[in-house]
């Protein structure tokens, strides 16, 4: 009796699976970051800007002390109360807000959305 097996490699196979590994690892993804922001002349500058923003820390501190004032003041202007503002002033200041973009909300629908917004910051 004879037998044996032969083993054949089928580069289609093999070939696909490097694909796959390739594509898994993020390769076409790093080529193409590489290409447009360095390849590209005038135009990777801009995207270059996009995808890997200079982090100046003294620039964002002073970005936030500013938010933090405005938001401070603003806030100050619209609380009705010691403690801040009530289901009442946010209730006229969103409804105003509405109405002054051409809401089309009716007033229990508006009544809803005050209470869901208050309830969510308190």
Known sequence: EKGGE???WDFQQVFL???GIIV?????KC????VITRALGQLSIIYRR?????FDLTEEMSGMALRLGNDTLQYS????QASGISVVR???LIRQALDQSGGTLDFEEQQRFVNFCF???C
């Not at 898994?24 to 076409?28: A, E, I, V």
């Not at 202007?77 to 009705?80: C, G, I, M, N």
């Open 90 to 92: 946010m209730g006229a």
């Open 50 to 54: 996009l995808l890997m923003p200079i």
């Open 24 to 28: 898994l690892m993020g390769l076409p």
């Open 31 to 34: 080529i193409i970051t590489f």
């Open 17 to 19: 699976a490097i694909i």
């Open 119 to 121: 309830s969510s910051i």
């Open 77 to 80: 202007k619209v609380a009705d």
């Open 6 to 8: 032969e083993q054949v």
